[in-house]
C-alpha cells in the first residue's frame, strides 16, 4: 500500500441549476486574456447536446484516453510515442478553432462615436481572432444550451449515437420526450493522466502534495499532445503564448485552505471538496481492468478509507501530514463517492482514474406516468418510480458507468429513499424503516446524507487543509518572492509525471 | 513484474533515460517523481493577487440583492465572486451563502468596457443650437426657451434622436442645459409637465431618491414601475389589500409540496433556487407548471405543460377538487376553521334581479340591515352559526377607520363561530347567473345557492356564490352541474380544463388532491411560486385569483412553508418609511405627484390613439353596459374625473395658475367645463409633457412596450410603426386628426453604459457603477440589508446619481431665481390606499362620474384631492441636501402607521452633521449618498428598534392586539450604514410590512395577520374571494373566473393563431420571458453574456413552427405585427410547444441587430412587438383595498397576450 493524498471534487448534477456562474468566475479570474478568450477552465454543458469542444466525447475521433490493448496493457489512444513523435508537427487529433467557436467582440465604441446619420448605432460583431466582421455567428462555448437547436444537433451528442440503438424511444428531441440537465465540467486532475503521459517536453506534472494536474509554462513547448490526449478536452492551447494552459484547481487557493473558485461561487451549492487518499499501487491496475463496467468498482477500490488504522499508519509513512488525514477523515468527497456511494465518474472507460466525480441527477416522471391520476397518498408514486423518469439511465450510465445501468438505478434509488424517509420527517410522521433498508441504509443514515447533500454548509462542502505544503523550506521554493530571495531555491516539490504506455503487464 | 523489452522503441530510451535523470521511477515505471524547480507556478499565483477586496453588491432590478467581493489590483476592479458571510438561518437549513449568478459575476466587464459613458454627452446639433442661442441671449432658460419656440429646430434635434451624433460636453455645460430645461418647462407649462422614470428603489435606495427628491423638490410626478413593469398583481391588492408581500425564498425550505407555477426559477431566482432543489431532499415534492420545457422542469417531479394564459382554468379546476373533497364530501376542520377567520367566505352578499336573472349584487352591510354605528357602510356582515343573527365581526374597514375609544379593528371572533353557508337540508334556494368567457361558449352559467333574508334582502354567502362558481354541487340545489370531474361540457371541472388547457384532467386532480392533502397534514405548508410567465397577462389578476383561492382555500397563507412566492420585481424596499420620506421630499412638502406609469405611456406616446379595443368588449354578459361608446383613453379619462388615478399633466393649465387662486372656484370651472382635465385631449400641446429624466433604467430599450410609439410620438424621430392604421373614436376624449410626434423637448439620462435610452437622450449624464458608490439594497428574497460600497472612485468623469441630482438641483436653484422664484402650486392627488378619506369616499364601489352629471364633484370624495403646495423654487439645492422640518412635525408614515422620528431627528443632525446658514440652518445633512443612506436606515422600522417597537405599540392601540414584543427583542438597535458595509443586516420585524423575523425565524407574509389577527387592509379585513365594484361586476370578475388570452385577431385584426400565410410566414402567440443572460437589458451586451448565449437576438420557436416557416436553427427570421419588427435568428427546440415563440425580455437593438427586411431600419426590439393594453378595472380607485397608491394598484403594462406573424428572411444582413 502507497497511500497518497488527492484534492478531489464531487458535482451533484441533480442540483446543477445550470446558471454558469463557474464558468464567469473562472473566466474571470483565469481566463480573459489574449490567447485564451476561447477558454474556460469551467464549463457548463446541457445534455443532450455535442459539448464544448464539439463532440469532446467521440474518442473515435479525438483519440483522447488510454486504451487497453490485448494484451492487457494500456496505450495512449493517440498511439505509441513513435506515432506521436511522428505527428509532433501534424498533430491529426487536434480539435481546431471551429471545433471550439471563433470568439467574437462586438465594435462597441461606435455606440458612443457614431457621428450623426439616419439609423440607430449598433455594435457589430466581430472575430477577436482576425477583426474581421461575423455578422451570423455560428457557434458558440454554450451554443446548444437548454436544448437549444437539439434537433439538429443534439443526435450528433456521441452519447446519443451510443444509447439510441438500446433506448431510441426515449430519445426523440420531441416535446413530450423532452429531458435536459447540466454538466458542468473542470479537468478531471486524474490519477491516471494522459496529458502528462502524452507530453514530449515533461512540462505536464502532477503534484505529489495533493494531485494537481499542471502545465509547467516555462517547460511547454506547446506540442499540443496534451491537448489532443485529455479525452475531456481540459487542455488549451494559448495561441498568444504558444503554451497549454488549464485548470489549475485554483492551487494559489486551495493551498491556503480556500475552495475552488468554481466551487466557491457555485450559487446551486453542488460543489464539494475534499481530500482522497488513494493506493498508488493500485492505480495502473485499476486503469486497465478487462471489463469497462469494472473500471468504476475498481477505481472505487483503489481509494483507502482514511478512518482505517492501517491505512493511516501507511499514509505516515509515506508522508502525508496528521492535517492532511483529519481532512480525509472529514472529506464529504469520500463520503459522497464511498460512504453513501450516490457519486460516480465521469468516462471511467477513458481510463485516466478521473477525480471530479457526479451525482446523477433526478428527473420529472415521463408523460405517461403523469396523464395518470395514480394515488398520490402512496409515499413511493409522489416521486414516481425510477423506471418511470425522464432521463433514460441508460443515457447516465454512458457517462458515468461506461455503460452499466446498475450503479446509476442504485444512486437514483438511494436518492429516492432520502425524499421518501425525509417526507415523512417533514410532515411529522414516523418514516417507513423498510425504505431505508430497501437501498441498503439505515434511516440514520439517510439523514446523514439528506445533511451532506441538502444542509451542508461551507465549511461542510468545501474541506480542504492549509498547508498544501506543510514543509517550509519548500514553501520558499515556489513563492513568488523566490526571485528576490538570494537562498532556498532548490530543491525542488516532487511532482509525478506518467510515462507512457505504463510497463505493468497483467 | 516487469515486462519484457516493449515493443515500442521509445521504451527503450525511457528505460535508458531514467538513468541519467535524478528523477525517481516508481516500480511498475508509470510515474517518474520529479523534484525540479516549481519556480513556475508563480504564474498563476501572480495571477491570483489582488491589493484589496470590497465588499458590495448590484443595482439591477434582478431580486438578487446579493453580496459581492469585489477584487481590486493596482486600482483596477479585476473580478468579482460571491460573498459567503451571510448570517445563519439555523443548523438545520441551508444557508444563504453564495448569493449570486453569471450575470452578476460578469458585471465588472461594465467598468472599463468601450460602451462605458464616461462623459457628458449632449445631441451634437441640440448643442451647438444652444450654444449659439446662449451666446446670443446669455440667460440659460431663455436659450432652451429659443430653441423650443422655434418649430423648425425643435423638429431638427428631435428627429436625430438615437441616430448617433452624440458630441462630448463637460458637467457644467451638461447641468445647466438640463437645469434651464426644466425651469422654462415649470414656467411655461407647470411641473407636472416634467417627469421621472426610475424604477425599484430596493435596488439602490439611495439613487433612487436623490432623483425622485428632486422631481418631489420641484412638484414634478414620478412615473409608477412596479404596475408599468406588469409585476404588479393586481390581485394582491384586490385580495389582499397589500402591494405584495412574500416569503424569503429560505421560507421554501419550509414547504412540504412546491408548485412553480409560471416562474422559472433557476433562470430568475438564479441566487434563490438551491433553496427549491434542497427542500426536495426534505421530501417536498415539486410540481413545474410551464408551457415549455423551462429549466425549472428538471428540478420537479411532474411538468404539467397548460397551452399559454391558460392557467387559471387549471387553478379552478384544481380549486373544484378541493372544495368537493375537502369541504364539500368531508370537512376539513383545519381549512375550515382557516376561512372562517381569515377570509370573506362567510360574509353575506345580496343577490338582486338582472335583465338575465339574480345575480350577486354587494356586501350586506350594518347600515344595510339599519344599525345606527360608525361607518355602518363599511361594516360588513355575516351570520352567526349559532344563533343564526347577522353579526358584524371585528376587524372591517369601518372599524379600521373608526374614531371610538375602543379598539375594534382586530380579527378576534369573540364567542361567535361565522356560519359559512346557507346550506341546509329542504332550505331556501335560487339560480344565479354567472358569467363564462370561454371562446365560442355561451356567456352565462346557471347554478343555484341556498338563499335567505336578512334585512329585507335576499343574501347568500361568498362561501355559497364561490361553490356555484367552481361547479361544485350540493344535492338539491337547481342549476347547472357536472355529472363528473371529467365532464368536458361544464366550466369548472378537471375535464373542462383539460379542454382549454391541454393538462390531462387526472394529472389536475391527483394533483390538486395531493396538494390539499399535504396541506391539511402539514398545516398549510403548500406554496406556489408564481411568477412572470401567469403574471404579465392582460387578465392575469383572473389567474392569480384562481391560484390564491387555492391557497387560501387550505389554509396556507400566513404560514411559515405555505402561500404565495409571487417574484417579480425587486418590490421590497425593507427600509421603506426612510425611503419614500427622502424620495417624496415629504420633509420639506407634501403631497408629492406620483403617476400611475402605464397610464402616462400610455397617452403620452399616443398608443390611446390606435388603441380601438372597446372595453365593452371585454364585458360580462351580465354587465350594464356601463363601458358603452368608450375606448380605453375614456376610461382612464372617467378614472381621473373620479379621483380614482393620478393623472399628470392634470389641467389643461398650469398648476402654478391654478395654486393662486381659490380651490372652490377651480372646482366650479372644472364642473363648469371651462377647466379641464389634461387627459381629455392629451395631444394639445399645453398637456404634453415636456421634460423627461431615465436613471437607473433602460426605458427605450426594455420596458417600452410599444417601443415605436415612444419613438414616433414621444421622441419624433424615426420608427418602425407601419404609417396609417384604424385610430380610435373615443366618446369623452378629444382626438386630434393629426398625429403629434416629438413631445418631449428634453429626454436626460444617467447610466453608465450605452443603451437604447442613452442612445435616444438629448443629454446623458456618465454614472457611477454599483462598484463606484455608496448605496444600499435589499430585496424579498432575503431579510438583509446591504451595502454598496465603492471599489474605486467613479472613473473618468462619472459620478454617482447622488451628487448628479445635487448638481442639477443647485443649478436649478440659481437659475430659478428670477425666472420662478416661490410659486403656489395646486397638486391634484388620487383618493389614497390607507387613508380613511381615499379608502371610504365611495361607498358600496358604486361608480359615480360627476363628470356625466351622476353626482357633484367634490374634492376628495367624488373627485380628486386639491392641495396647495408652496415652493420655493430657488432653495430646491438647499432642501436636497437637508432633512426638512415636515418629519418632526408630521412624523412619518407608512401604511397609516404614523411614526414619531423626533430622536432620530436628533441623532441625525449628530451622525450626518448640520446645515449652517440658509433655509435649512440647523438641519440633519444629506449631501452625501452616505448621509442619505444613514437617513433611511434611521427612519425605518426594519433598520431602527426603537420606530419598530413603536410602530406596533401605534398598532396595538388600534387592534388591542398584542403585537410590540415581536421587535421589542431589537428595541435598542439602530443599524447603521456602517454594519451593513460590514455584513448584510438582518431587518427588524416592523409594522411596515406583515410577517414576522422574530427570533431569527424566516420571513412570510401576514404571520401577523394570522397569528396576532391583525385583519388586512381591505373592505372585510379579510382575505377577499369577492369583489363587489360595479366596474368588476362588468367585466364580471366579482369572483374568481376563468378567461382566455386576449383574441388579438377580433380585437385587433391579427392573423388568427397557427394561420399560415402567404411566402411561408406563420402566426404565433409572441411571448417574452426572462432572459437567461440578462437581467432585463443590463447585462445583455455584455460581453461573457453574449458568449454563453447566442450572441444577439434570438427568437425560440417549435420545430413545427421552424418547419412551416422552413427555417433552420440560427437562421434569420423577422417578426412583423401592427406595432413593429424585429429580426432576429431562430432557436429552434423541442423543449417550444408549437404556436408560440419567445423572444427573451429586453434583448436591445445596441448589438449585433441589423436593418430589417420589412423597412430597411434598425430590428426592434421584443417591445417593438407589444403595445400597451389598458384593462379598466385596474383603473378602479376609492373604495376599500381598491384604492389607489404609489405602486399598489394601476394599469398594468401588461403583454403576453401579443400575436406576430414570423417568417424566414434573407440571410444576407446588414448593419
Redesign the interface.
Known amino acids: 500500500m502507497r497511500p497518497m493524498a488527492q484534492i478531489a471534487m464531487v458535482m451533484n448534477l441533480d442540483k446543477c441549476i445550470g446558471c454558469h456562474t463557474c464558468s464567469v468566475t473562472c473566466k474571470q479570474a483565469w481566463t480573459n486574456r489574449r490567447g485564451t478568450e476561447y477558454v474556460w477552465f469551467n464549463n457548463v454543458e446541457t445534455l443532450p447536446g455535442q459539448g464544448y469542444p464539439r463532440r469532446w466525447a467521440d474518442q473515435n475521433r479525438w483519440k483522447g484516453g488510454w486504451e487497453r490493448t490485448r494484451s492487457g496493457r494500456l496505450r495512449l489512444r493517440a498511439g505509441g510515442r513513435a506515432r506521436r513523435l511522428g505527428t509532433l508537427f501534424a498533430n491529426p487529433d487536434l480539435p481546431t478553432l471551429d471545433d471550439y467557436y471563433e470568439p467574437w467582440t462586438y465594435e462597441y465604441k461606435n455606440l458612443i462615436d457614431a457621428p450623426a446619420g439616419d439609423d440607430m448605432p449598433v455594435a457589430r460583431p466581430v472575430s477577436q481572432i482576425s477583426g474581421e466582421p461575423l455578422d451570423t455567428l455560428q457557434w458558440g462555448p454554450n451554443w446548444d444550451d437548454d436544448l437549444g437547436g437539439a434537433p439538429e444537433h443534439a443526435p450528433k451528442d456521441p452519447l446519443v449515437e451510443k444509447v439510441r440503438e438500446q433506448v431510441g424511444e426515449k430519445i426523440r428531441f420531441e416535446f413530450e420526450q423532452s429531458f435536459m440537465f447540466y454538466l458542468p465540467r473542470i479537468c478531471e486532475h486524474c490519477l491516471n493522466p494522459a496529458c502528462v503521459s502524452a507530453c514530449p517536453s515533461g512540462a505536464l506534472y502532477k503534484r505529489v502534495e495533493d494531485g494537481i494536474v499542471l502545465v509547467d509554462q516555462e517547460r511547454c513547448r506547446g506540442w499540443r499532445m496534451c491537448v489532443s490526449s485529455c479525452p475531456y478536452k481540459k487542455v488549451y492551447f494559448n495561441h498568444a503564448t504558444g503554451k497549454a494552459e488549464k485548470c489549475t484547481l485554483c492551487y494559489p487557493r486551495v493551498e491556503i485552505g480556500m475552495p475552488t473558485i468554481c466551487s466557491e461561487t457555485c450559487v446551486g451549492r453542488m460543489r464539494y471538496l475534499g481530500v482522497m487518499l488513494y493506493d498508488a499501487d493500485k492505480v495502473t491496475e485499476a486503469a486497465a481492468v478487462t471489463d469497462e463496467h469494472d473500471l468504476y468498482p475498481a477505481q472505487l477500490e483503489s481509494f483507502l478509507d482514511p478512518r482505517d488504522p492501517a491505512v493511516e499508519a501507511a499514509a505516515r509513512a509515506s508522508g502525508i501530514s496528521d492535517d492532511w488525514l483529519e481532512a480525509a477523515r472529514r472529506s464529504p468527497v469520500f463520503d459522497l463517492i464511498r460512504t453513501y456511494q450516490v457519486a460516480l465518474p465521469l468516462h471511467p472507460e477513458y481510463r485516466t482514474m478521473p477525480m471530479v466525480w457526479y451525482v446523477p441527477p433526478l428527473s420529472p416522471v415521463v408523460e405517461a406516468v403523469a396523464a395518470s391520476g395514480h394515488d398520490g397518498e402512496d409515499a413511493g408514486n409522489l416521486f414516481g418510480a425510477i423506471e418511470g423518469l425522464r432521463i433514460p439511465v441508460e443515457y447516465l450510465a454512458e457517462l458515468l458507468t461506461a455503460g452499466d445501468t446498475y450503479p446509476v438505478e442504485a444512486v437514483l434509488r438511494r436518492m429516492a429513499a432520502m425524499r421518501v424517509h425525509m417526507r415523512a420527517r417533514n410532515l411529522g410522521e414516523e418514516p417507513d424503516p423498510a425504505v431505508a433498508h430497501s437501498v441498503r441504509l439505515t434511516g440514520d443514515e439517510l439523514e446523514d446524507m439528506f445533511r451532506l447533500l441538502a444542509v451542508a454548509k461551507y465549511e461542510d462542502r468545501y474541506v480542504v487543509p492549509t498547508a498544501a505544503r506543510a514543509d517550509a523550506d519548500a514553501l520558499a521554493d515556489s513563492h513568488p518572492l523566490d526571485a528576490a530571495c538570494p537562498v532556498g531555491a532548490e530543491p525542488g516539490r516532487p511532482v509525478l509525471l506518467n510515462l507512457a504506455p505504463t510497463r505493468r503487464t497483467v | 513484474?516487469?515486462?519484457k523489452q516493449?515493443d515500442?522503441?521509445?521504451?527503450l530510451?525511457?528505460r535508458a533515460g531514467r538513468f541519467l535523470t535524478r528523477?525517481s521511477?516508481?516500480?511498475?515505471?508509470?510515474?517518474?517523481?520529479?523534484?525540479?524547480?516549481?519556480?513556475?507556478?508563480?504564474?498563476?499565483?501572480?495571477?491570483?493577487?489582488h491589493d484589496k477586496v470590497v465588499h458590495s453588491t448590484h443595482g439591477v432590478n434582478c431580486t438578487g440583492s446579493c453580496r459581492w467581493k469585489v477584487y481590486v489590483k493596482d486600482g483596477i476592479i479585476?473580478?468579482?465572486?460571491?460573498a459567503?458571510d451571510y448570517p445563519d438561518v439555523g443548523p438545520?437549513?441551508?444557508?444563504y451563502?453564495?448569493?449570486?449568478?453569471?450575470r452578476g459575476?460578469?458585471f465588472?466587464w461594465y467598468t472599463y468596457?468601450?460602451?462605458r459613458?464616461r462623459y457628458p454627452?449632449v445631441r451634437?446639433?441640440l448643442l451647438e443650437m444652444y450654444r449659439e442661442a446662449r451666446r446670443r441671449l446669455t440667460d440659460p432658460v431663455l436659450a432652451w426657451a429659443d430653441i423650443q419656440n422655434d418649430p423648425e429646430r425643435r423638429r431638427r434635434y428631435q428627429q436625430?434622436r438615437?441616430?448617433?451624433?452624440?458630441v462630448r460636453a463637460d458637467w457644467d455645460e451638461a447641468v445647466e442645459i438640463v437645469a434651464a430645461a426644466h425651469v422654462h418647462t415649470i414656467k411655461t407649462y407647470g411641473p407636472d409637465r416634467v417627469a421621472g422614470f426610475s424604477p425599484i428603489p430596493a435596488m439602490s435606495m439611495a439613487s433612487h431618491a436623490a432623483g425622485a427628491r428632486f422631481h418631489s423638490l420641484i412638484g414634478a410626478p414620478m412615473l409608477s414601475f412596479y404596475d408599468w413593469y406588469a409585476d404588479l398583481p393586481v390581485a394582491s391588492p384586490q385580495v389582499f389589500g397589500d402591494q405584495t408581500d412574500v416569503p424569503e425564498s429560505g421560507d421554501w425550505w419550509d414547504a412540504?409540496y412546491l408548485m412553480m407555477w409560471g416562474s422559472n426559477v433557476?433562470v430568475t431566482r438564479?441566487?434563490d433556487?438551491?433553496w427549491m432543489?434542497?427542500?426536495?431532499?426534505?421530501?417536498?415534492?415539486v410540481v413545474?407548471v410551464s408551457p415549455d420545457?423551462a429549466?425549472n422542469?428538471?428540478?420537479?417531479?411532474?411538468?404539467?405543460h397548460p397551452h399559454p394564459g391558460t392557467d387559471g382554468a387549471l387553478a379552478l379546476a384544481m380549486g373544484h377538487v378541493v372544495l368537493k373533497e375537502f369541504f364539500v364530501d368531508r370537512r376539513t376542520p383545519y381549512f375550515t376553521d382557516y376561512v372562517k377567520h381569515f377570509t370573506d367566505l362567510p360574509f353575506l352578499v345580496t343577490l338582486k334581479e338582472s335583465g338575465a336573472g339574480l345575480v350577486p349584487d354587494k356586501f350586506l352591510n350594518a347600515r344595510d340591515l339599519g344599525q345606527d354605528v360608525e361607518n355602518a357602510e363599511w361594516k360588513p356582515v355575516l351570520l352567526d352559526s349559532a344563533t343564526g343573527d347577522p353579526v358584524v365581526p371585528h376587524g372591517t374597514l369601518g372599524h379600521r377607520w373608526s374614531k371610538g375609544a375602543a379598539p375594534e379593528w382586530n380579527l378576534d371572533l369573540g364567542d361567535s363561530d361565522p356560519l359559512l353557508t346557507l346550506y341546509e337540508d329542504g332550505g331556501d334556494a335560487a339560480e344565479v347567473a354567472l358569467p363564462r368567457f370561454e371562446e365560442g361558449a355561451p356567456g352565462i352559467v346557471r347554478r343555484g345557492v341556498p338563499v335567505r333574508g336578512v334585512g329585507g334582502r335576499l343574501v347568500t354567502t361568498v362561501y355559497d356564490l364561490l361553490l356555484a362558481q367552481y361547479a361544485v354541487a350540493r344535492p338539491g340545489l337547481p342549476g347547472q352541474w357536472p355529472t363528473s370531474y371529467e365532464d368536458a361540457d361544464t366550466p369548472g371541472t378537471p375535464g373542462w380544463q383539460e379542454t382549454l388547457t391541454s393538462v390531462?384532467a387526472?394529472?389536475a386532480?391527483?394533483?390538486a388532491?395531493?396538494f390539499a392533502?399535504?396541506a391539511e397534514?402539514?398545516q398549510g405548508r403548500c406554496m406556489i411560486l408564481m411568477g412572470a410567465g401567469t403574471n404579465h397577462w392582460f387578465h392575469s389578476e383572473t389567474i392569480y385569483r384562481a391560484f390564491l383561492a387555492l391557497l387560501t382555500l387550505t389554509g396556507c397563507q400566513g404560514r411559515n412553508g405555505g402561500g404565495w412566492g409571487h417574484y417579480v420585481g425587486q418590490e421590497k424596499c425593507r427600509p421603506v418609511t426612510g425611503w419614500a420620506t427622502l424620495a417624496a421630499a415629504s420633509d420639506w412638502s407634501r403631497p408629492p405627484r406620483q403617476m400611475i406609469g402605464a397610464g402616462w405611456f400610455y397617452l403620452h406616446t399616443d398608443q390611446w390613439r390606435y388603441d380601438t379595443l372597446p372595453p365593452q368588449a371585454l364585458a360580462s354578459e351580465l354587465g350594464e353596459s356601463r363601458f358603452a361608446g368608450m375606448t380605453g383613453a375614456d376610461c382612464l379619462a372617467a378614472s381621473a374625473r373620479m379621483g380614482w388615478m393620478p393623472s399628470y399633466p392634470t389641467f389643461d393649465r398650469s398648476p402654478l395658475d391654478l395654486g393662486e387662486q381659490d380651490i372652490d372656484r377651480t372646482v366650479a370651472e372644472l364642473k363648469a367645463g371651462s377647466l379641464k382635465l389634461a387627459v381629455e385631449d392629451p395631444d394639445a400641446p399645453a398637456n404634453w409633457p415636456r421634460v423627461m429624466t431615465v436613471w437607473r433604467a433602460n426605458l427605450f430599450g426594455s420596458s417600452s412596450k410599444g417601443n415605436e410609439y415612444f419613438l414616433k410620438h414621444l421622441l419624433g424621430t424615426?420608427s418602425n410603426l407601419p404609417e396609417g392604421g384604424p385610430r380610435c373614436a373615443p366618446r369623452d376624449v378629444t382626438r386630434r386628426e393629426e398625429d403629434v410626434e416629438g413631445k418631449l423637448d428634453l429626454l436626460l439620462c444617467l447610466d453608465f453604459r450605452?443603451t437604447?435610452t442613452t442612445?435616444l437622450c438629448d443629454v446623458v449624464l456618465p454614472a457611477a457603477t454599483w462598484y463606484e458608490k455608496h448605496d444600499l439594497s435589499s430585496t424579498d428574497m432575503h431579510p438583509f440589508l446591504h451595502a454598496f460600497t465603492p471599489a474605486v472612485d467613479p472613473p473618468w468623469q462619472a459620478r454617482t446619481d447622488y451628487d448628479a441630482f445635487l448638481a442639477v438641483a443647485r443649478r436649478f436653484s440659481d437659475l430659478a431665481r428670477g425666472h420662478l422664484g416661490v410659486r403656489k402650486d395646486l397638486v391634484a392627488t388620487a383618493l389614497q390606499h390607507d387613508t380613511p378619506g381615499g379608502e371610504m369616499a365611495q361607498p358600496g364601489g358604486v361608480a359615480l362620474d360627476w363628470g356625466k352629471g351622476e353626482c357633484e364633484p367634490v374634492p376628495g370624495r367624488t373627485m380628486y384631492d386639491l392641495t396647495v403646495v408652496e415652493r420655493d423654487y430657488t432653495a430646491v439645492g438647499e432642501k436636497f441636501a437637508a432633512l426638512g422640518p415636515l418629519v418632526d412635525r408630521l412624523g412619518v408614515t407608512t401604511k397609516a402607521v404614523t411614526f414619531d422620528v423626533g430622536e432620530e431627528v436628533a441623532y441625525l443632525k449628530r451622525k450626518n452633521g448640520t446645515v449652517r446658514g440658509g433655509v435649512a440652518d440647523g438641519r440633519p445633512r444629506l449631501d452625501t449618498a452616505r448621509r442619505a443612506c444613514e437617513t433611511i436606515l434611521a427612519l425605518s422600522g426594519t433598520s431602527n428598534g426603537r420606530l419598530a417597537t413603536q410602530g406596533f405599540h401605534t398598532l396595538e392601540r388600534r387592534t388591542g392586539r398584542e403585537m410590540a414584543h415581536l421587535a421589542a427583542e431589537h428595541e435598542g438597535k439602530r443599524v447603521t450604514y456602517a454594519d451593513t458595509q460590514a455584513a448584510p443586516v438582518p431587518v427588524i420585524t416592523s409594522p411596515e410590512w406583515s410577517g414576522s423575523e422574530s427570533g431569527g425565524r424566516r420571513y412570510t407574509a401576514f404571520t401577523i395577520n394570522t397569528e396576532h389577527l391583525k385583519p388586512w387592509h381591505t373592505l372585510t379585513g379579510r382575505q377577499h374571494f369577492f369583489l363587489d365594484h360595479d366596474w368588476l361586476h362588468e367585466v364580471g370578475e366579482a369572483l374568481p373566473v376563468y378567461k382566455p388570452p386576449l383574441n388579438m385577431h377580433r380585437l385587433y385584426g391579427e392573423p388568427e393563431l397557427g394561420t399560415v400565410g402567404e411566402g411561408r410566414e406563420v402566426a404565433v402567440r409572441f411571448l417574452t420571458p426572462h432572459n437567461?443572460w440578462a437581467i432585463h437589458s443590463q447585462y445583455q451586451?455584455n460581453?461573457?453574456m453574449?458568449?454563453?448565449?447566442?450572441?444577439?437576438q434570438t427568437v425560440?420557436m417549435?420545430?413545427q413552427d421552424a418547419e412551416a416557416i422552413g427555417v433552420?436553427?440560427?437562421e434569420?427570421v423577422e417578426a412583423v405585427n401592427r406595432n413593429g419588427v424585429v429580426t432576429a435568428?431562430a432557436?429552434?427546440?423541442?423543449?417550444?410547444?408549437?404556436g408560440t415563440v419567445y423572444m427573451n425580455h429586453a434583448q436591445e437593438?445596441?448589438?449585433?441587430?441589423?436593418?430589417t427586411e420589412k423597412t430597411g431600419?434598425?430590428g426592434g426590439i421584443h417591445n417593438s412587438l407589444t403595445r400597451i393594453m389598458l384593462k379598466p378595472t385596474h383603473l378602479i380607485g376609492g373604495y376599500a383595498q381598491l384604492t389607489w397608491a404609489f405602486n399598489y394598484l394601476g394599469p398594468t403594462g401588461n403583454q403576453r397576450d401579443e400575436v406576430t406573424v414570423i417568417r424566414r428572411r434573407s440571410?444576407e444582413?446588414q448593419?
Not at chain 2, 432543489?277 to 415534492?285: L, M, P
Open positions: 513484474m516487469q515486462q516493449g515500442d522503441p521509445a521504451d530510451l525511457v528523477d521511477f516508481s516500480e511498475d515505471l508509470r510515474t517518474t517523481t520529479r523534484t525540479d524547480s516549481r519556480a513556475a507556478e508563480s504564474f498563476y499565483r501572480d495571477r491570483w493577487s479585476t473580478w468579482e465572486t460571491q459567503t438545520d437549513r441551508p444557508e451563502e453564495p448569493r449570486g449568478c453569471p459575476a460578469s465588472s468596457s468601450p460602451s459613458v454627452y451634437g446639433v436625430a438615437g441616430k448617433g451624433g452624440l412540504a433557476p438564479t441566487p433556487a438551491h432543489t434542497e427542500a426536495r431532499y426534505r421530501g417536498q415534492k413545474a420545457y429549466d422542469t428538471k428540478f420537479a417531479d411532474e411538468w404539467m390531462p387526472a394529472q386532480v391527483r394533483v388532491r395531493e392533502d399535504t397534514r402539514s424615426h450605452m437604447s442612445l437567461k451586451d460581453l461573457y453574449m458568449t454563453l448565449g447566442r450572441g444577439g425560440w417549435s420545430p433552420r436553427d440560427n434569420w435568428r432557436i429552434v427546440s423541442h423543449t417550444m410547444p408549437p437593438r445596441t448589438v449585433g441587430v441589423p436593418r431600419r434598425r440571410q444582413v448593419f
